[in-house]
């Protein structure tokens, strides 16, 4: 064969391998076009409506307010405690739900560790000496606002007459007219960390965690007066 026939040949033949190779890089992106295009589009949740809790002194109800506290044992277990009983007020300021507040009174007779010989051991000189410091308490020193219906409060926790700052994160889970009762209620709940060394009960620790996790829940409700409880009593003898 001619060698300039073969040489033309031969590069005409590269030619054509080189030019398919184009094209299949250059039909690639489509695919993947095509892949994205039949691939869902991931919807966003939609932001949670703020919810409404009307102005006034809301009472807590113990019967649906727990105030749990959770420390490490050995790093073995997480036991819990809960301090039951408890009773206060939230002040609330539709206005401005800055400047609401909050007080609280925590009776520690009702402190249960889910355990008889662990409750009496709490309540010894070991821990909260009871029978000598039969109360702590909580009043906020501030409220601000930290997202739709959430706050950070800031107050004093007492425990065995010892004050320290304590931070809780808070979240309004809901308000309005309870059911049964006709009067406004709202609930919260809200976590925050102490130390318990700061209030004198630190006995094994670290080995038994100095840092408690709090968790509390909450339900309060406008107490009834003339206006409200007339009403109220109404409906009930109409059903």
Excluded at 20 to 40: L, S, Y
Excluded at 100 to 105: A, L, P
Excluded at 174 to 192: C, I, N, R, S
Excluded at 220 to 228: G, N, P
Aim: charged share 20%.
């Amino acid at each position: 064969m001619n060698r300039k026939i073969f040489n033309t040949t031969v590069l005409s033949a590269a030619l054509v391998v080189a030019l398919g190779a184009c094209r299949q890089e250059g039909a690639a992106p489509p695919v993947a076009d095509a892949a994205a295009a039949t691939t869902p589009a991931v919807q966003a949740e939609p932001a949670k409506p703020a919810i409404a809790v009307a102005s006034g002194t809301y009472k807590l109800d113990p019967a649906h307010t727990m105030v749990l506290a959770q420390w490490s044992h050995l790093g073995f277990s997480n036991p819990t405690a809960n301090f039951g009983d408890t009773s206060g007020t939230i002040t609330w300021d539709a206005a401005n739900p800055t400047a609401s507040k909050v007080e609280v009174t925590i009776p520690l007779s009702g402190l249960r560790s889910f355990s008889d010989d662990f409750n009496k051991h709490l309540s010894s000189a070991d821990f909260f000496d009871v029978a000598k410091f039969p109360e702590a308490s909580f009043k906020s020193t501030s409220v601000t606002a930290a997202g739709t219906n959430k706050y950070t409060v800031v107050g004093d926790l007492t425990i065995k007459n010892i004050t320290k700052p304590v931070t809780l994160d808070v979240t309004v889970n809901g308000a309005g007219e309870h059911p049964m009762a006709k009067l406004q209620a709202v609930g919260f709940d809200a976590t925050g960390t102490v130390k318990r060394s700061d209030y004198g009960l630190d006995m094994a620790a670290p080995m038994v965690s100095d840092e408690v996790k709090l968790r509390i829940t909450t339900e309060a409700m406008i107490e009834a007066t003339a206006d409200t409880a007339a009403p109220a009593a109404a409906e009930a003898e109409a059903k």
